[in-house]
């Protein structure tokens, strides 16, 4: 069972930044991070992370949204910047074993966090 802690959510101002960070309690095969919006239950796909590196970015969040990741520490970190009242919401991180992380994000992970608010105000 890998556990799995979110940071850094909290009140931003429209065009403002925010960095997200999660740390995993065991070494992973991958990582990403989703977002949940109010009044919706589907959370939305924001970014992935490989253990090699390699990265995924929601193509609406291309520009804006870069992820990166800590192998040593098991610590992935989401960075946005301009942020815009659209991405209020409960951002969650994910994990799994390096087996499992090629499959679609829909089924790709294992571990999940207990989610961060990030809230974007005018």
């Known amino acids: 069972q890998v556990r799995l802690e979110e940071s850094g959510g909290g009140s931003v101002q429209t065009g403002g930044s925010l960095e997200l960070s999660c740390r995993a309690s065991s070494s992973v095969g991958c990582m990403g991070w989703f977002r949940q919006r109010p009044g919706q239950e589907q959370r939305e796909d924001v970014a992935h992370i490989y253990e090699d590196g390699q990265r995924e970015i929601e193509a609406s969040m291309q520009g804006r949204v870069t992820i990166s990741l800590d192998s040593a520490k098991k610590i992935t970190s989401l960075q946005s910047n301009n942020v815009e009242p659209e991405d209020t919401g409960m951002y969650f991180c994910?994990?799994?074993?390096?087996?499992?992380?090629?499959?679609?994000?829909?089924?790709?992970?294992?571990?999940w966090g207990q989610g961060t608010q990030v809230t974007v105000s005018t």
């Open positions: 994910a994990a799994s074993v390096s087996l499992k992380c090629y499959l679609p994000t829909v089924s790709r992970y294992t571990w």
